[in-house]
């Protein structure tokens, strides 16, 4: 009898030795393939993170490019007290954009921007016409960062 119950006891660890392994090797290789797959669509959020700040960043350019043009435009029809204004606001614009931009080229771009910032403050305070050359240059800088077509002067110094 001593062996008997041996045996049973033995068949018992065996059985629960093989139905463990039974249900955990299934289910470890779903949880593995489960976490593969969690890392593929981790990696992917953060691809589209990137590409959301890359599309951000774009679209903030363009405000700044649609604000140089309505800039231009008041300085075209002469109306320099309302592009004075603006002026400020536009180069602070810039200004915070340079600082929160992690895109060295685009920084670059800004800065040079800014670097017009008192030629063009200057024209509008003066009543200048020629301040349009300035804000044509600002205009060029925003779109080439934006990779936008950008005619370049001809021999006259003005594009075609």
């Known amino acids: 009898m001593p062996s008997t119950l041996k045996t049973a006891g033995i068949v018992g660890v065996v059985?629960?030795?093989?139905?463990?392994l039974g249900g955990m090797l299934p289910e470890r290789g779903r949880r593995i393939a489960a976490e593969t797959q969690v890392a593929a669509h981790q990696a992917?959020?953060?691809?589209?993170?990137?590409?959301?700040t890359s599309v951000e960043g774009r679209v903030r350019i363009?405000?700044?490019?649609?604000?140089a043009?309505?800039?231009k435009d008041l300085a075209t029809v002469s109306d320099y007290g309302r592009a004075?204004?603006?002026?400020?606001?536009f180069f602070?614009?810039?200004?915070?954009?340079?600082?929160?931009?992690?895109?060295?080229?685009?920084?670059?771009?800004?800065?040079?921007?800014?670097?017009?910032r008192d030629a063009v403050t200057a024209g509008l305070a003066k009543a200048e016409p020629a301040?349009?050359?300035?804000?044509?240059?600002?205009e060029r800088d925003l779109r080439?960062?934006?990779?936008?077509?950008?005619?370049?002067?001809?021999p006259g110094g003005s594009a075609p």
């Open 15 to 20: 059985a629960l030795v093989v139905g463990y």
């Open 144 to 154: 080439r960062v934006l990779d936008y077509p950008v005619e370049e002067p001809g």
């Open 62 to 67: 363009g405000v700044l490019l649609g604000r």
């Open 84 to 89: 004075q204004q603006m002026s400020s606001e």
């Open 92 to 116: 602070d614009a810039v200004r915070t954009e340079a600082g929160a931009t992690e895109d060295a080229a685009r920084r670059a771009v800004l800065t040079s921007v800014l670097a017009r």
């Open 44 to 52: 992917a959020v953060a691809t589209i993170r990137r590409e959301l």
């Open 131 to 138: 301040v349009g050359s300035a804000l044509t240059m600002v």
């Open 69 to 71: 043009l309505m800039l």
